[in-house]
């Protein structure tokens, strides 16, 4: 029998997330976001899968934050999440992670356990740290242990610089290649009209090497003068401000939530 993969409520999904389920009709008005399962006629609910819901809760972080409802949903596919995101959806975690045996793979089912008490990532676990510098420059270790600059923000035009072409798949930590797992696009399931990315940084087929090279040349004439590509200590960043969002930490509690577990906190030493 073929496996059919949980599905879930907009009302499970917002809860979990914190996102207001007025600012998820709007993300579905926008073609930004597109269940699995469409609402409408007797005794049909809209419903999303665990992925979908675990970038509606990136989103969500990104509005924690403070950005507004669309840049946050861009600034989320700015960040190449489609590998990572594998490492938290709990269906994929029950049916196909379950081989291996490392410290990371018991974390994982310690996180969709009832019993499971060592479920958060540990300080350095990829996408522990997202920095915003200044609301300006995004960075990220959503695919290595430094600090990649992955967006320059302008908020004047309301238009994001990706350095990388969303529409490209990238291998992150590497789970699609280890467990066989699709290398899905999510990208290609929303709208391209809910991105506040130009044109110049978009290409349906990026598998050109000479296509790659010339979005890299674009997005490095959007990079201020002075502004460093990587960063290994983010304490010795001059700025005025700062954010730091924990990707790892929210998406664990995301899918806790999700699956209606107890989210308790304690010191990481406690670990």
């Keep these: 029998?073929?496996?059919?993969?949980?599905?879930?409520?907009?009302?499970?999904?917002?809860?979990?997330?914190?996102?207001?389920?007025?600012?998820?009709?709007?993300?579905?008005?926008?073609?930004?976001?597109?269940?699995?399962?469409?609402?409408?006629?007797?005794?049909?609910?809209?419903?999303?899968?665990?992925?979908?819901?675990?970038?509606?809760?990136?989103?969500?972080?990104?509005?924690?934050?403070?950005?507004?409802?669309?840049?946050?949903?861009?600034?989320?596919?700015?960040?190449?999440?489609?590998?990572?995101?594998?490492?938290?959806?709990?269906?994929?975690?029950?049916?196909?992670?379950?081989?291996?045996?490392?410290?990371?793979?018991k974390r994982r089912k310690a996180m969709i356990s009832h019993t499971g008490e060592d479920y958060w990532p540990g300080r350095y676990s990829l996408g522990s740290h997202v920095f915003i510098v200044d609301r300006q420059l995004l960075y990220a270790d959503v695919l290595a242990r430094h600090y990649m600059l992955f967006a320059v923000i302008d908020s004047n035009l309301h238009r994001v610089a990706p350095m990388f072409n969303p529409y490209h798949y990238y291998h992150g930590i590497g789970l699609a290649d280890e467990f066989n797992l699709p290398k899905l696009l999510d990208?290609?399931?929303?709208?391209?009209?809910?991105?506040?990315?130009?044109?110049?940084?978009?290409?349906?087929?990026?598998?050109?090497?000479?296509?790659?090279?010339?979005?890299?040349?674009?997005?490095?004439?959007?990079?201020?003068a002075g502004v460093a590509e990587l960063i290994e200590r983010p304490e010795r960043l001059v700025c005025k401000n700062l954010c730091n969002i924990n990707l790892a930490l929210g998406l664990t509690s995301f899918v806790r939530s999700l699956l209606g577990l107890p989210v308790r906190y304690h010191p990481f030493e406690d670990q």
């Design 1 to 105: 029998m073929e496996h059919e993969p949980e599905t879930y409520t907009d009302e499970r999904v917002t809860a979990a997330c914190g996102l207001h389920l007025d600012n998820l009709r709007r993300l579905i008005t926008w073609g930004a976001v597109a269940p699995v399962q469409s609402s409408g006629g007797r005794g049909r609910i809209r419903r999303w899968t665990g992925r979908q819901a675990l970038r509606i809760s990136v989103t969500a972080q990104f509005v924690e934050a403070g950005f507004s409802l669309q840049m946050a949903h861009t600034l989320t596919y700015c960040l190449p999440l489609n590998d990572l995101l594998y490492a938290y959806d709990p269906d994929v975690i029950s049916t196909r992670l379950d081989r291996s045996r490392d410290r990371e793979s």
């Design 187 to 224: 990208v290609k399931r929303i709208a391209r009209s809910s991105l506040l990315v130009d044109d110049k940084f978009i290409a349906d087929e990026a598998g050109s090497v000479d296509l790659l090279r010339q979005h890299i040349v674009e997005f490095r004439k959007h990079i201020p």
